[in-house]
């Protein structure tokens, strides 16, 4: 068995000179990928791409932090394509508190986002950044879907993971878990259920140790699966077995 990536983005410009390269050591190193859609765009050609991509599954949605300008016409394309062959999931979507952007309409568009995943049984990728409680405090009243969902590379501390954990979410684990100061998120791998971690690259972004700097690449996932392996005392062949059944469970 092979390793995987729950969350890239391979149309992204980062790879416009190469992408065939890297979708080849992708297609040889990796069982599956999921490309996720951060806007309406975007997430048309996740749709298209993952066609003609046999390990490939993918997500649309519309990241918050491009929520501004978002009308009903829009959302009711994105619903349809949620629709879409091979695609298992909606996102990203959530709250990013950190650049100065109307935070009402990035409500409104994740509430509407929350609902087609919900309409549609399919669970959430969901992105967040400094705004981790009022997250919580939203999907906690929220009408959510029967899968949930992940909480895609989450950075906050073990008391945050479990309020997510409890309420039924997965975490996403990203390439910081490898980075030497990066403690608070080696506790939380340490004591959540391995049957609630998914490994994810968010590639071109976030590469591990020893990437740091450069482009992140889906096939990097594995010094991921390493550093999971470490902290958690598992072989990585249990690793990539548990971690695929993680995926399936979710996605599929």
Not at 238 to 244: F, S, T, V
């Amino acid at each position: 068995m092979n390793f995987i990536d729950t969350h890239c983005h391979l149309l992204f410009s980062n790879y416009d000179d190469d992408r065939e390269e890297v979708l080849k050591k992708v297609n040889k190193e990796l069982d599956l990928f999921i490309e996720i859609g951060g806007d309406l765009d975007n997430s048309k050609k996740v749709v298209e791409f993952v066609k003609n991509q046999p390990k490939a599954f993918g997500s649309v949605g519309i990241h918050p932090s491009d929520s501004e300008g978002v009308d009903n016409k829009d959302l009711e394309e994105l619903e349809k394509l949620a629709q879409s062959e091979k695609i298992v999931a909606v996102g990203e979507t959530g709250l990013d508190f950190y650049w100065e952007t109307n935070k009402q309409t990035q409500y409104k568009i994740f509430d509407a986002q929350v609902s087609i995943a919900k309409k549609l049984n399919k669970p959430i990728v969901l992105h967040i950044r400094d705004a981790y409680n009022e997250a919580y405090e939203f999907l906690k009243k929220s009408n959510l879907p029967s899968k949930l969902g992940v909480v895609h590379c989450f950075s906050d501390t073990w008391e945050t993971a479990k309020k997510f954990l409890d309420l039924g979410f997965y975490i996403g684990i990203d390439g910081p878990i490898t980075y030497s100061k990066n403690s608070e998120l080696r506790k939380v791998v340490q004591q959540a259920p391995l049957d609630r971690i998914l490994p994810e690259t968010d590639s071109p972004f976030l590469p591990p140790v020893p990437f740091r700097g450069k482009r992140n690449m889906p096939v990097y996932v594995k010094y991921i699966y390493e550093k999971i392996a470490e902290i958690k005392n598992i072989d990585i062949e249990e690793l990539k077995k548990q971690m695929y059944f993680n995926a399936r469970t979710l996605f599929f």
